[in-house]
T-cell receptor, first 108, second 115 residues
């Protein structure tokens, strides 16, 4: 069982749609990261959060520590949002675990 | 401020050879972490260095090693390459004093192909 689970694995949306990607983890964590990876491999850190909610432009990340769950929302999605979104968390023993990623395609 | 740089960007080796990859962190960052990304296993944590000391280590065999220099630049070495070592190797840097509870800045990666 993966310590960090993501869903859905693949997601196709029409431009303008509201998108939600979910991440759940099995043990207590001190922080959770959301990453974006474009074709070609470059990874950008979108958010690092340990509680509550953070917003950056059209992106919103929330975390519920008690339920061990985080969500990444994209409002008014755009084709340039097409990428793989990955959640990651430092777990017991200071290992850094990654979700399997959600491949998002936004169609014009 | 310059970002994280990795060299080389692409590398082709044959089984049994060894390889050294280099990562230069953002100026002022003292932590460098290394990750392996493959289609089958996704992203996996290799190790993290802080102030020239390995602070954390993932579940990889001893063929994978690394080091960090006094200027925070880091190298990772893979000895006796296997076909399964073909992957994108990414490094990330951070200010580092608080481990993975602060933002990580990723380099572009080195794509290693083992033939």
């Amino acid at each position: 069982k993966n310590e960090v689970e993501q869903s859905p694995q693949n997601l196709t949306a029409q431009e303008g749609e509201f998108i939600t990607i979910n991440c759940s983890y099995s043990v207590g964590i001190s922080a959770l990261h959301w990453l974006q990876q474009h074709p070609g491999g470059g990874i950008v850190s979108l958010f690092m959060l340990s509680s509550g909610k953070k917003k950056h432009g059209r992106l919103i990340a929330t975390i519920n520590i008690q339920e061990k769950h985080s969500s990444l929302h994209i409002t008014a999605s755009h084709p340039r949002d097409s990428a793989v979104y990955i959640c990651a968390a430092p777990l017991a023993g200071n290992q850094f675990y990654f979700g399997t990623g959600t491949s998002l395609t936004v169609i014009p | 401020k310059a970002g994280v740089t990795q060299t080389p960007r692409y590398l082709i080796k044959t089984r049994g050879q060894q390889v050294t990859l280099s990562c230069s962190p953002i100026s002022g960052h003292r932590s460098v972490s290394w990750y392996q990304q493959t289609p089958g296993q996704g992203l996996q944590f290799l190790f993290e260095y802080f102030s020239e000391t390995q602070r954390n280590k993932g579940n990889f065999p001893g063929r994978f090693s690394g080091r960090q220099f006094s200027n925070s630049r880091s190298e990772m070495n893979v000895s006796t390459l296997e076909l399964g070592d073909s992957a994108l190797y990414l490094c990330a840097s951070s200010l580092g004093s608080r481990g993975f509870t602060i933002e990580q800045f990723f380099g572009p990666g080195t794509r290693l192909t083992v033939l």
